[in-house]
C-alpha cells in the first residue's frame, strides 16, 4: 500500500494576491489567486489551488494583513484607555516631535482612542517602590468599549498596580478584551509603551476573530491549525497571535525576508538586500549574514509600535500604484493603488494606469501572466494617453531607490558589497536598474519570486521574543544570559544601540558606537536598558530543485512562474541548482 505523502504549506496574503506555495520533499508548487474581501476565503482557495487537498500537510505557515489593514483603515475595535490620574491623555499628548520638521501644521495621526474614552485611575508607583497606593474605587466606567489598554506609570519595573487593574477589568467586564502594558511591551518610554498596548487592544478582537474563523476553516478543509507569521519573522500558534495582535502587523513582509535569506544562503551569498515589490507596495531589508537584524520599535501608519520586528523599509510603490499627472506638469506614482478589483488598466476592468501598464507598454511584460490573465494592451496605452510609460517606471525607480538607499548607504553600508534578492510579483522587473543605481553587481531571482514571502513560511522558525527591562550601570546588571542583544548607552545618553550578547560585552558596545558614530569614549559608564532573548524552534530544511535552466543576456523579457524578469542590455545570467536566477553586469 503506497504511502500518502506528507507536505509543508505555506500561504501569504498580500494586498494584492494571495500566494501558496506546497514543498513536498524538494518538489515545490506555487499558485497565485486573487485576494478577496475576507482574507480567510482567499487563504483556502490558495490552498485548494496549490494542491494541498490531495496530500497530507504536515505544517501550516501564514502570514496575513489583516491587523495591517485594520490599523491603516481604522476599522479596530471601540478602545478605552486607563493610565494613571493625571496621566490619562499620553496618547494625545505624545512625543513633542512634529509629524513633518518643516511643515510646522501637518496634523498628527489622530490616537486609536479619543478624549472621552481615556480614563485615568488613583495610585502611583515611582522608580524606587509605591507612591501612593492603587484605589480600584477610582476606576471609571469603560461605557460601550469592546476592548482596554491599561498603561501605569513603571509598570515595565512592578507591575503589581497594572496587573489589579486589568484583573478588575477583566471581572467587571468578561467580554472585554483587556491588554495591560507589562503583558505586552514591558519597557520604558511610556508613550511608546502606551501607543503598543493601545493598538494591541484596538487590534485584538478583530484579528482574532479572523485567525479564529480561519483555523475553523482549516479544519474543516483537513489543513492542520496555521502558523501565524510575527513581525519578528518567526511563527507562533493560533493563540498566541490572537492574544496580542500587534506582533503581527508586518506578518507577511517578514515572511518575504526569511525566504530572501534562504536563496541568498543557498546561492552562497553572504551579504543581501531582499526587495519586494508587491502590487501595493516595495519592502526592503538588508540581511548581514544572510539573515535579517531587527529593531525593538517601528513606525505603523504613524503610532510607535514598541515589539520587535525585521528591519523593514516600506514605500507605497507596486506594481498596482496608480499613475497620474499633477497640477505643474509632473509625473506621480502612487502611494494609491489599484489593488485587485479593479487592478491595472490592462487588466480590461476599467482600472486606472500604473506601473504594470507601463512596463506593458514598454514590451516587458508577456501578452499572458502566469494564471491565465490575458493582458489588455490598448487599454493600458488608452490609460496613458499623454503620459510616457518610461517616466512613470523613471519614477517609481527612483522612489524604490531611496528606500534602497535607506537601509544601506544611510546605516553605513556599502550596497556594492551586496546581491540583491529580487521578488514579489514586479521585483524582477525593476532590479537590475535599481542595482545599475546602486553599483550592485549581482541579482538574485528566485525560481519562485512571485511567491517568495510564502516559501519563507514553509521554511520559517518558530519563535517567542521576550524582553527584560534593566535601566542600571552595566557593571550593577549581573549574570546575563548567553545569547540575544543588550540595549546599551553611555549613562546620559537619550538613545541606545543593539549589541549581541558576549564576554566582553562593554568593549562591544564601545567598538559598536565608535562605527555607528565615529566616536567612543571607554572612560564613561555604560547603562544597560534591557536585555532581549528569543526561544527559537528551527524551520524544516528546505531544498530546491530547479525545474528549468535558463541562460540569458540582455534586452530579455523572461517568464517565471508567478513573476516575470526584465533582463536589460549588458546583463547576463544563468541558473543555479536551486532555479534561482543569478544575473550579473
Request: aromatic letters at 4%; one cysteine or more; proline letters at 6%.
Amino acid at each position: 500500500m503506497q504511502s500518502t505523502p506528507v507536505a509543508i504549506l505555506g500561504v501569504d496574503v498580500g494586498g494584492t494576491f494571495t500566494d501558496a506555495v506546497l514543498f513536498d520533499g524538494g518538489s515545490v508548487r506555487t499558485a497565485k489567486v486573487p485576494t478577496a474581501a475576507r482574507q480567510e476565503e482567499s487563504v483556502l482557495a490558495a490552498a485548494r489551488a496549490v494542491g494541498a487537498g490531495a496530500t497530507v500537510v504536515e505544517r501550516f505557515a501564514h502570514g496575513t494583513t489583516v491587523a495591517t489593514n485594520a490599523l491603516l483603515e481604522r476599522r479596530g475595535a471601540r478602545t478605552a484607555f486607563v493610565g494613571n490620574d493625571g496621566f490619562e491623555h499620553l496618547l494625545h499628548l505624545r512625543r513633542q516631535t512634529r509629524a513633518h520638521l518643516y511643515r510646522l501644521c501637518l496634523p498628527q495621526p489622530e490616537p486609536l482612542v479619543p478624549l472621552a474614552r481615556c480614563h485615568g485611575v488613583h495610585g502611583r508607583l515611582g522608580p524606587d517602590g509605591e507612591l501612593a497606593p492603587l484605589d480600584l474605587s477610582t476606576l471609571p466606567d469603560i461605557g460601550d468599549a469592546e476592548a482596554v489598554a491599561v498603561c501605569l506609570l513603571f509598570a515595565f519595573r512592578d507591575a503589581r498596580h497594572e496587573a489589579a487593574v486589568a484583573d478588575e477589568l477583566r471581572a467587571r467586564h468578561p467580554g472585554v478584551h483587556v491588554v495591560a502594558s507589562h503583558e505586552i511591551a514591558p519597557e520604558f518610554r511610556e508613550y511608546e509603551r502606551a501607543s503598543t498596548t493601545a493598538a494591541d487592544a484596538y487590534l485584538g478582537p478583530v484579528s482574532a476573530r479572523y485567525l479564529r474563523a480561519l483555523a475553523g476553516a482549516a479544519r474543516e478543509g483537513g489543513l492542520p491549525e496555521p502558523l501565524v507569521m510575527l513581525s519578528s519573522g518567526g511563527v507562533a500558534t493560533v493563540d498566541e497571535a490572537a492574544a496580542h495582535a500587534a506582533m503581527i502587523l508586518v506578518s507577511g513582509p517578514a515572511a518575504g525576508v526569511v525566504g530572501a535569506g534562504l536563496v541568498a544562503r543557498r546561492a552562497g551569498f553572504e551579504n543581501a538586500i531582499a526587495f519586494d515589490m508587491g502590487g501595493t507596495s516595495t519592502d526592503v531589508c538588508l540581511l548581514r549574514g544572510a539573515r535579517a537584524t531587527r529593531v525593538a520599535e517601528r513606525d505603523v501608519g504613524g503610532l510607535p509600535i514598541r515589539l520587535p520586528s525585521v528591519d523593514l523599509h516600506t514605500v507605497g510603490a507596486g506594481g498596482g500604484s496608480l499613475v497620474r499627472v499633477d497640477a505643474g506638469g509632473a509625473i506621480r506614482v502612487g502611494p494609491e493603488s489599484a489593488g485587485a478589483q479593479p487592478g491595472p488598466a490592462c487588466y480590461g476592468a476599467g482600472g486606472g494606469p500604473t506601473v504594470t501598464d507601463a512596463n506593458l507598454l514598454l514590451g516587458r511584460l508577456p501578452a499572458e501572466l502566469p494564471g491565465g490573465l490575458r493582458l489588455d494592451r490598448d487599454a493600458a496605452e488608452r490609460a496613458f494617453a499623454g503620459i510616457d510609460p518610461q517616466a512613470a517606471v523613471d519614477v517609481v525607480n527612483a522612489e524604490m531607490l531611496r528606500a534602497l538607499r535607506v537601509v544601506s548607504v544611510e546605516r553605513g553600508h556599502d550596497p556594492r558589497e551586496f546581491v540583491l534578492v529580487a521578488f514579489g510579483g514586479a521585483g524582477p522587473l525593476h532590479a537590475c536598474a535599481l542595482a545599475e543605481e546602486l553599483g550592485i553587481e549581482a541579482v538574485l531571482v528566485p525560481a519562485a519570486a512571485g511567491v517568495l514571502s510564502a516559501l519563507g513560511l514553509v521554511a520559517s522558525e518558530e519563535r517567542r521574543d521576550h524582553v527584560v527591562s534593566y535601566l542600571c550601570p552595566l557593571a550593577d546588571a549581573g549574570e546575563l544570559p548567553a545569547e540575544g542583544t543588550a540595549d546599551l548607552r553611555y549613562r546620559g545618553q537619550s538613545f541606545e544601540l543593539s549589541v549581541p550578547l558576549q564576554p566582553a560585552l562593554a568593549q562591544a558596545f564601545h567598538r559598536e558606537h565608535e562605527e555607528r558614530y565615529g566616536y567612543s569614549d571607554e572612560s564613561r559608564e555604560i547603562e544597560l536598558v534591557a536585555v532581549r532573548t528569543a526561544q527559537v524552534v528551527p524551520g524544516p530544511e528546505v531544498s530546491l530543485e530547479a525545474a528549468s535552466d535558463h541562460e540569458v543576456t540582455g534586452p530579455l523579457v523572461l517568464e517565471l512562474a508567478g513573476a516575470t524578469c526584465w533582463v536589460p542590455e549588458g546583463w547576463h545570467g544563468e541558473t543555479n541548482a536551486d532555479g534561482t536566477l543569478v544575473l550579473t553586469r
